[in-house]
């Protein structure tokens, strides 16, 4: 069993900060690509960011310079820095982990979290 575990969201204004966690627990044997998403409400849930276990990084357009993305791999967590927020970064914000188990080796499952709310006010 493996779950992910987001924290941080929650109500801010508009050019303001937010860090959300992830941590990821259970029976993980390694975990590759770690990673947030995010959906707003009647859109499609959409890539925000990305960073592999070796650190590097991919982010969407429209969070480029405000957003930054880290992990802790001793920890299993990564975490997403949120800096000049806007009130269309307001959404859901999910966890996602591409991870392999001791159960099954040679097998990489994809993760979700919960998710966690984020809305920026005007």
């Known amino acids: 069993q493996v779950q992910l575990v987001e924290s941080g969201g929650g109500l801010v204004q508009a050019g303001g900060s937010l860090r959300l966690s992830c941590a990821a627990s259970?029976?993980?044997?390694?975990?590759?690509?770690m990673g947030w998403y995010r959906q707003a409400p009647g859109k499609k849930r959409e890539l925000v960011a990305t960073?592999?276990?070796?650190?590097?990084?991919n982010y969407a357009d429209s969070v480029k310079d405000r957003f930054t993305i880290s992990r802790d791999n001793a920890r299993n967590t990564v975490y997403l820095q949120m800096n000049s927020l806007k009130p269309e970064d307001t959404a859901v914000y999910y966890c996602?982990?591409?991870?392999?188990?001791?159960?099954?080796?040679?097998?990489?499952?994809?993760?979700w979290g919960q998710g966690t709310q984020v809305t920026v006010s005007s």
């Open positions: 259970g029976t993980i044997f390694s975990i590759n690509v």
């Open positions: 960073i592999t276990n070796g650190g590097s990084t």
């Open positions: 996602n982990a591409y991870i392999t188990t001791t159960q099954a080796m040679n097998v990489v499952y994809r993760y």
